[in-house]
């Protein structure tokens, strides 16, 4: 099989990234015993908490390849603001195509999610062009939680085709609980930590709000754009 030949886009994020993990390298952090299998690391310097699921195939491997058609759960804290984000992953190897996702919405209700377009790589043409797309259905707070008993959602290309994609319980309830614990531990050390006395400027500056990142540095995936700090 050839190399994989990256979009001219993807690889500049890459480069962009790579630059900020030299500043900031990853620091993993102790797997939370209520969330088996969910892997925890510290991004940025720790201003970001991230958090990856289990993998599960949404279809069998393309040509028997590890890490090909699978999906799992990410998600990270803001630990200055206390937000958190939570994304379905999707990496889809086909032959034919490419397909153009463009939407995604909830297999039961129809209702329509925010879709995050992430990489499109070219795998060969040899005897027919096959494709490894990366993307991703932006999940809120209350949906995740509404949904511990598992959920479904289907992504959907220009040309009709779909991707259904079956999230079991065990993965959403191992996602939440990790976010949820370390989250806690925050929080206390917030509340405990003496206050500071920083000093008193001549002219207060107006209160900002840091744009809080769409897609966080998650390992071996280039987000499409990287936190702000």
Not at 7 to 31: Q, S, T
Request: charged share 20%; with cysteine.
């Amino acid at each position: 099989m050839d190399m994989v030949i990256k979009l001219a886009a993807g690889a500049l994020l890459a480069l962009a990234l790579g630059g900020c993990a030299g500043l900031y390298p990853e620091e993993k952090v102790a797997p939370e015993p209520t969330a088996p299998g969910v892997e925890i690391s510290k991004q940025q310097g720790g201003r970001f908490i991230a958090f990856v699921s289990p993998k599960q195939q949404h279809t069998g491997q393309f040509l028997d390849v590890p890490d090909t058609n699978f999906f799992c759960l990410r998600s990270w804290l803001d630990n200055k603001t206390g937000e958190v984000a939570h994304q379905l992953y999707v990496e889809n190897s086909y032959y034919g195509g490419p397909y153009l996702w463009n939407d995604v919405r909830d297999t039961k209700s129809n209702t329509s999610l925010k879709f995050i377009p992430i990489s499109r790589n070219q795998i060969s043409c040899d005897r027919g062009c096959s494709f490894d797309d990366e993307f991703a259905a932006s999940l809120p707070e209350d949906y995740l939680r509404a949904h511990r008993d598992g959920f479904a959602v289907t992504f959907i290309a220009e040309n009709n085709k779909t991707l259904e994609v079956k999230v079991p319980p065990e993965l959403v309830t191992a996602e939440l609980n990790a976010v949820n614990a370390v989250r806690e531990v925050a929080k206390t050390a917030a509340n405990t930590a003496p206050p500071a006395t920083p000093p008193v400027p001549a002219t207060p500056p107006a209160a900002a709000t840091p744009p809080f990142p769409a897609t966080p540095p998650f390992p071996g995936t280039p987000p499409a754009a990287p936190p702000s700090r």
